[in-house]
């Protein structure tokens, strides 16, 4: 990207701008949908700048990922930290958040399994898998938050309602499908569990007992809110 003329190049600086100015590109024509050529002339950069930071097209897209991923971790984790302490209303932020994604215009899925699917490199998909973990991270210190006797496994099948209704989102439109992902998880509104009982709950761990209805909500939680197709 060009340097106004008597200024002094920053390299933390230029790697960071164009981390931000490659992931919307890559995220929305796929990693191998855009050539080193393409990319550099997108971005206005020279070859050789991206190669001085960041060694091949692969480590720019490695350097993407990255970036995103704690992008995303920090909102996730802001949004069930701005629900308070409770752990039913913590969950319900973390998908509520999501179903919001789910209706941005630019939505395409999940950047980390997009990349691992799209471009079999061992290193995309140790940084796919590292993203993960911490999204599974967070769902499991929300069960062990709930009294879970099976925090672990619990955690487990929260990342696949999210990572499952992230997909569908993405490929059969993001209609419902947030509400539909906090119906699935949601805490009965009927009787809202003492998360230190014996309670077994239809996944066979305690404290998150299915919705009776796959139309409801758990208790507060927000409908998600439309955006305007004109906006990100």
Request: glycine share 10%; with cysteine; charged share 25%.
């Amino acid at each position: 990207m060009p340097v106004a003329k008597g200024s002094t190049i920053d390299p933390a600086r230029t790697r960071a701008a164009v981390i931000d100015a490659a992931t919307p590109l890559l995220y929305d024509r796929g990693i191998d949908g855009v050539g080193v050529a393409e990319l550099c002339r997108r971005l206005g950069i020279s070859k050789e700048t991206l190669y001085r930071h960041f060694g091949t097209k692969e480590g720019l897209v490695h350097a993407v990922l990255e970036a995103r991923s704690d992008r995303v971790i920090t909102w996730l984790t802001g949004a069930a930290t701005a629900a308070g302490p409770d752990p039913a209303d913590r969950l319900t932020a973390v998908f509520a958040a999501l179903g919001e994604w789910y209706l941005e215009p630019t939505f395409r899925g999940c950047a980390m399994i997009n990349a691992a699917t799209q471009h079999y490199d061992p290193g995309i998909r140790a940084v796919t898998a590292r993203h993960l973990d911490r999204c599974l991270a967070l769902f499991t210190d929300i069960a062990t938050r709930a009294g879970s006797d099976a925090p672990d496994a619990l955690g487990r099948r929260l990342l696949l309602v999210m990572e499952g209704a992230t997909a569908v989102a993405a490929h059969l439109g993001p209609d419902q499908v947030g509400e539909q992902a906090s119906a699935a998880i949601a805490v009965n509104p009927r009787r809202r569990p003492d998360f230190t009982d014996r309670h077994i709950d239809p996944t066979g761990v305690r404290g998150f007992p299915l919705a009776p209805s796959a139309g409801l909500r758990p208790p507060g939680a927000p409908r998600p809110m439309r955006k305007t197709r004109g906006g990100a």
